[in-house]
């Protein structure tokens, strides 16, 4: 799978300490995802969505 050698890349190459431990996850969204995100950042960045 595509995901695995990402994961071991991820572990093995991550320097900075926000990138350790991520966790790597087949989308859900599909095309929207972006879309999805966009939003929900204009959303919060509005003060129309709680942060978090």
């Not at 190459?13 to 939003?39: D, W």
Request: hydrophobic share 60%; net charge negative; aromatic share 6%.
């Amino acid at each position: 799978m595509l995901f695995d050698p990402l994961r071991e890349q991820l572990d093995q190459f991550a320097a900075l300490p926000f990138v350790r431990g991520l966790t790597v996850h087949e989308a859900v969204l599909g095309t929207s995802a972006g879309l999805v995100g966009a939003a929900a950042l204009a959303a919060q960045e509005l003060g129309l969505a709680a942060a978090g």
